[in-house]
Structures are given as structure tokens and as C-alpha cells.
């Protein structure tokens, strides 16, 4: 089965995987073709009417594709997680006045 999958920020690919292939095994397949982060996809399928949109939750990743609707020719929305980074907020932390850290 082909499936396109589109980066919100960026191109459009294509990803062919068996019919028996899960949501974890197409997150691999995207993570290694396009050099990403296999932890920090987000999923989103395009429903054929271009309204409505299904996010393929994280708990998922053991479904078969078919079971979750996507098929040959479906078009996938890819989007990441935010990186947990702490660095942030400690900058902002040593930056305040005392006065205002509780």
C-alpha cells in the first residue's frame, strides 16, 4: 500500500508499506526515509471528504493501518511533538527578580 504523507511545514512523500503493517511500523518507515525523530511523530489521517481529520493516538502504534482506515492512496498529516526542554524555563527562572519566583 502507498500512502502520502505531507509535513504541515514542509514536503510531500510518499511510503510504501505491506497491507499487515502497523502505525508503529509507518512511523519507522517515516522516521528513517526522512531522517526524523520516530518518538516525536504525530499522525493526523485526512478523511476523504477533506473536513474531517483523525489523529492516530500514540496508543495505537500496534494497530494494523486498515484498522485505523488508512489504505493505499490515503493521505497522512505529519506533525511533531515539542521537544521537552527545560533549558528554557530555567533562563527564564535565573532571569526574574527574586520578588517574583514563589
Known amino acids: 500500500?502507498?500512502?502520502?504523507?505531507?509535513?504541515?511545514?514542509?514536503?510531500?512523500?510518499?511510503i510504501e508499506v505491506g497491507d499487515d503493517a502497523t502505525v508503529g511500523d509507518l512511523k519507522k518507515q517515516i522516521a528513517s526515509q526522512q531522517e526524523l525523530p520516530c518518538d516525536?511523530?504525530?499522525l493526523t489521517l485526512d478523511l476523504?471528504?477533506?473536513?474531517?481529520?483523525?489523529?492516530?493516538?500514540?496508543?495505537?502504534?500496534?494497530?494494523?493501518?486498515v484498522d485505523c482506515g488508512i489504505k493505499d492512496g490515503s493521505k497522512i498529516f505529519l506533525s511533531f511533538t515539542?521537544?521537552?526542554?527545560?533549558?528554557?524555563l530555567q533562563f527564564v527562572e535565573s532571569t526574574l527578580p527574586d520578588s517574583s519566583i514563589d
Open 1 to 14: 500500500m502507498k500512502v502520502a504523507i505531507e509535513i504541515l511545514t514542509g514536503p510531500l512523500f510518499y
Open 40 to 42: 516525536r511523530l504525530i
Open 48 to 65: 476523504e471528504n477533506d473536513q474531517d481529520h483523525m489523529i492516530i493516538k500514540d496508543d495505537q502504534d500496534e494497530d494494523s493501518l
Open 82 to 88: 515539542p521537544i521537552d526542554d527545560e533549558s528554557t
